[in-house]
């Protein structure tokens, strides 16, 4: 397949992911469609490296990913990332219910294996997943080292629409409290699409005239915080383990307080798009793993895990939402970042935003309100929780 075909057939599944959430009003995510689309490709005519082919190798998806997550960070501030505390609490209390759920009612179906080596990969995250694939592998069960990629896989088709759905009744609630003259924001402090669309040089480079900001400054300038905070990881790794993703969103937050970054540079860029592009097929070339035989195969306990999973999740969500004053859907939204992290929960709550209200206002209210929590929860159980899970439950085989 030419490259240029290849990237052609990419772009336009991912467009159709677009085109159908927008005439669903999101009740259809994009990114269930395009993994709908991605799966039907690859059973049919797709190169199994198609992805590749289109010149999305790994060095490239790495970058995008640094340069992104820390494009993130602009989003929010020091003072909203300290109120999310509460999105860890609920993030966490929901990784708890999907643990306790699986070792007991998960058990009465499923065998014990089976639930050691497939919790970790449902809390989220292509590591944790790899890690206990290889664990099962080592320990001669084939099969359920192919379970755990199985689910790490699948488990989109239960986060995505669920989401959709918790978020368009949250944001639904916030609309009508907003226009009703009830609503009033924790600070405002996440920027919406419009934040990142002037052209102006940020409070450290005030002096500097405006044309001198061109896109490669923006580039360079993002690209050193991002540096910094690979830095950071790489000095404390003797100590302790850390992403330096995790690391990227925090040192984004940071450079924007001080004034060294704007709002969103990549979208003052231009690049936003093409850098979310990169990052989207990358994480549905997963989908290459899940053949119509796996899926006969494992078709039971991977339905099973994941039901009993999302419902332990649920109800653990729900009762530490209310404990600490979280709408039960805003709750279940976040926990549910543990299905697949970012950039799907950027992506899913942006689509819910654009399709609930047209009005630039009430766009940055809802934005406000719910994208600060979605980025820190995916973060907290994707990229930290479950990989650390995931040491643990190897022990436990």
């Known amino acids: 397949m030419p490259q240029l075909l290849a990237f052609a057939i990419l772009a336009l599944i991912l467009y159709v992911g677009d085109v159908i959430s927008t005439r669903t009003k999101s009740w259809l995510p994009s990114v269930f469609v395009c993994a709908v689309l991605f799966l039907f490709g690859y059973w049919t005519f797709f190169p199994t490296d198609i992805v590749e082919i289109a010149g999305f190798q790994t060095p490239i998806v790495f970058l995008a990913m640094y340069l992104l997550i820390t494009n993130m960070g602009t989003l929010l501030s020091v003072e909203e990332l ?24 998960g058990l009465l179906v499923l065998d014990y294996q089976t639930v050691v080596v497939a919790t970790p990969p449902l809390v989220g995250g292509v590591v944790s997943s790899l890690i206990m694939s290889q664990a099962a592998g080592e320990a001669g069960l084939e099969s359920l080292s192919v379970l755990a990629i199985l689910i790490y896989v699948m488990q989109g088709f239960v986060g995505y629409p669920l989401t959709a759905v918790m978020l368009k009744r949250e944001g639904k609630r916030v609309l009508s409290l907003y226009r009703s003259g009830e609503w009033r924001a924790d600070g405002g402090a996440a920027a919406t699409d419009h934040g990142g669309e002037t052209s102006g040089p940020p409070a450290l480079f005030s002096a500097m005239s405006a044309s001198y900001n061109t896109y490669y400054f923006k580039f360079l300038r993002l690209g050193v915080v991002a540096l910094m905070a690979w830095g950071a990881a790489e000095l404390v790794k003797p100590i302790f383990s850390i992403s330096p993703f995790v690391l990227c969103l925090v040192f984004g937050v940071l450079a924007t307080s001080v004034g060294f970054l704007e709002r969103q540079p990549l979208r003052a860029a231009n690049a936003f798009g093409f850098t979310i592009l990169i990052l989207m097929v990358f994480v549905f070339d997963g989908l290459k793993r899940a053949t119509p035989e796996m899926l006969l195969e494992l078709a039971m306990p991977m339905v099973g895990t994941i039901a009993i999973g999302v419902f332990g999740m649920y109800v653990f969500a729900f009762i530490a939402g209310r404990l600490l004053g979280m709408t039960p859907a805003m709750a279940f939204a976040c926990s549910l970042t543990a299905l697949y992290g970012f950039p799907a929960d950027y992506i899913i709550t942006n689509e819910v935003v654009n399709t609930l209200t ?19 929860a995916g973060f907290v159980t994707v990229t930290m929780v479950s990989v650390v899970l995931a040491g643990i439950f190897v022990g436990l085989l």
């Open 82 to 105: 300290m109120k999310q505390w509460r999105t860890v609490v609920v993030a966490l209390a929901g990784i708890a219910g999907i643990v306790a759920l699986l070792f007991t009612i």
């Open 358 to 376: 047209d009005d630039r206002d009430e766009r940055e209210a809802l934005t406000a309100h719910m994208l600060p929590s979605m980025l820190v």
